[in-house]
């Protein structure tokens, strides 16, 4: 068994009081009907990667109201051929916290264990949103394939908004932006590369499967001007923007900048131009290569959440997602409101269905 969670506990996180999952390393089919808690399980288990989560939401929103005492996740994780106690909770809204084998550790630890890539439905409008969106979407790839890619982010936007802060308030005292701007372009220079190379897996990860999904040219684009490729280029950039910041009052040149440029391959079109199931088609197939990448990278396939997913895709398509996610051993977690949407996976697959009950989420094998 590759990575996989085997147990899970689900406590007072959003609609679920208490939830305990024993899990055998199948890919998990969760149904239920609409608002049941189906995606807070989803969440859940996103929330063994670093970062808020795939709703980015803050911890104590996802804390169980009325309660809003705070709200805990333990599991065990099947990982690098061990188990592993992993923990994560936050109490009374503060910043969660992280336990492995009931030592203290970072969230980049839990990370370089467990590998989680996941698929929402707010994800559908990727590629018709603003640059943002898109950033944040390659932005996780890159974490799952180097979870410290969450560190630079962090402290390239926290340098950026002290800039952004000085441009502001008009400061002109160069000191302060020559600082900042070294961090800037330490960081902002590591996330270029980091984000460069995870298009190369990605592409390389396309071109290497055999898959039933549309492949995509994906490219890294700045909204204006050019991406400095050097840390000291990145620098002096910086520096010579300062005027125009000014006016600007914020930073206009560094990765902050940076657009994934999406076309459907096969057809030379423009991912925004293409219809809505074949956006979706591409996310998938987009996922599932970010899926094979890392398992050729560290030697087994990333835990895929998969949101809403199935529902949108037609038989044949849905049969072939199935065929190629039981093909890579991976642990994906699927949501849907019938049992029908998960037919085509019959016994490959562990069953879990999730009702409202009177207190909150109840959710049975
Ligand atoms: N902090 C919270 N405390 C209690 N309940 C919450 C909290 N946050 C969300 N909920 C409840 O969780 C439910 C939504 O759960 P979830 O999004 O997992 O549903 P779902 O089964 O995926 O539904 P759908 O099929 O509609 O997507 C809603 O009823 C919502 O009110």
């Known amino acids: 068994m590759g990575l996989a969670l085997t147990e899970l506990t689900v406590s007072h996180f959003r609609s ?49 109201r009325p309660e809003g005492l705070g709200w805990k996740l333990s599991g065990l994780l099947r990982a690098q051929g061990q188990n592993f106690e992993v923990e994560t909770w936050s109490e009374g809204g503060a910043a969660r916290q992280v336990r492995i084998d009931g030592k203290a550790a970072s969230q ?64 002109r005292d160069a000191h302060w932006y020559t600082a900042l701007e070294g961090h800037m372009a330490e960081t902002g220079h590591r996330i270029n590369t980091a984000r460069l190379a995870s298009l190369d897996h990605l592409r390389a990860a396309q071109e290497q499967a055999e898959t039933a999904f549309p492949s995509a040219e994906l490219e890294l684009v700045q909204t204006e001007g050019t991406m400095p490729d050097t840390v000291d280029d990145l620098r002096e950039a910086l520096h010579e923007s300062r005027f125009r910041d000014l006016a600007a009052g914020r930073t206009l040149v560094g990765p902050h900048r940076s657009d994934l440029y999406g076309v459907f391959a096969a057809k030379g079109v423009p991912a925004k131009d293409c219809s809505t199931g074949e ?63 998960f037919a085509e996976l019959g016994e490959r697959a562990q069953t879990l269905v999730v009702t409202d009950g009177e207190a909150g989420s109840v959710v049975r094998a």
Not at 44 to 62: D, I, N, Y
């Open 108 to 171: 980049i630890d839990l990370g370089k264990l467990a590998r989680i890539v996941w698929l929402i439905p707010s994800m559908d409008r990727l590629w018709i949103e603003g640059a943002e969106g898109r950033r944040r979407f390659l932005d996780r790839i890159a974490l799952s394939f180097d979870p410290s890619h969450a560190e630079s982010s962090l402290t390239y936007e926290k340098a950026m908004r002290e800039r952004n802060r000085l441009l502001k308030d008009q400061v």
């Open 279 to 341: 956006q979706k088609a591409l996310l998938v197939s987009l996922i599932l290569s970010n899926a094979r990448a890392l398992a050729g990278m560290v030697g087994a396939p990333p835990i895929v959440l998969l949101d809403e997913v199935a529902a949108h895709l037609d038989a044949a398509r849905r049969a072939a997602l199935y065929d190629e996610i039981c093909a890579l051993g991976a642990q994906a977690w699927m949501t849907g409101t019938g049992p029908e949407l």
């Open 16 to 64: 679920h009081k208490l939830a305990r999952l024993s899990l055998d390393g199948r890919p998990v089919a969760i149904h239920g009907p609409n608002g049941a808690g189906k995606t807070n399980i989803l969440e859940a288990v996103s929330l063994f990667s670093p970062g808020r989560g795939m709703r980015r939401a803050s911890a104590a929103e996802m804390t169980r």
